[in-house]
């Protein structure tokens, strides 16, 4: 075989495996579409936890749901609350999903999808507790998740940085202090606080609502500023939970049928 001939050979086996590597990224994904990475913190029981090595929870569900309806293929990756706005600020994953809370000031940095689950927070304490509700919570040591809206609640009530809050990474290892006396609350979101005295009847706590201190908050996907995905997603969104999808998971998870007139009215914003 001559030089011409081994080039036209080459030449034919490279344009075989350009051929095979496009076929196998098209395939990938089903219709084109990139493979989406979405980041999670899992410490965030009934939403997102760990069993054994799997990411488990309404989130999880949820997002799958979602993906399903959107078209898309997607991997979850546990990386925790920190470095998920970090990640995603810096589009280095495409969708955070972890009871996100949407609000003003998130609103500057990530875009958020239409609203997918509503929440308010809810103060959890032990049995026989003299705390009634928001304002019987100052003067005591409170445990909250760093970052998170339940430690917002605090501070507006004692004051940002005050030495009675006490932060942690997740809700879990604020639940601990309050379990083993190192604070005498936690403030966090309604559907953890139920879920863990449910779970947790040896721990001889209690939950307590205060609708007059703690409003509505809604849960949202957060996307990197400016993403092509939200459009997409929106449009999923509202369309599971039109159909009664949504219903039907938030049933399994929860035990009851959702409330659904506030989250579709912010849909219809």
Known sequence: MNKASIK?????????LMGVLVACSESATGDGKKKLEVITEAAYAPFEYMDGDQIVGFDIDFIDTVMKEAGYDYEVKNIGWDP????????????????????????????????????TN???VPEGSDIQGAEDLKGKVVAV?????????????????????????????????????????????????????KNNPDKKLKA???????????????????????????????????????????????????????LKAQLNK
């Open 84 to 119: 998920l706005f970090a990640e995603i600020q810096g589009e280095r994953a495409d969708i955070g999903i972890s009871a996100i809370t949407i609000n003003e000031d998130r609103k500057q940095t990530y875009d958020f999808s239409v609203p997918y689950f509503e929440s």
């Open 145 to 197: 998740q760093n970052g998170t809206t339940g430690q917002a609640a605090v501070e507006t009530l004692f004051g940002t940085n005050h030495e009675d809050i006490k932060k942690f990474e997740n809700n879990v290892l604020a639940i601990m202090e309050l379990v083993k006396g190192g604070a005498d609350a936690v403030v966090a979101d309604n559907t953890v606080v139920i879920e863990y005295v």
């Open 208 to 262: 307590i609502k205060d609708p007059n201190s703690f409003d509505s908050e809604f849960y949202g996907l957060m996307f990197p500023k400016d993403s092509e995905l939200k459009k997409d997603f929106d449009k999923a969104i509202k369309a599971v939970i039109e159909d009664g999808t949504y219903s039907k998971l938030y049933k399994e998870w929860f035990g009851e049928e959702p409330d659904l007139k506030a």
């Open 8 to 16: 036209g050979v080459f030449i034919v086996i490279l344009i075989a």
């Open 122 to 124: 809810m103060i959890l």
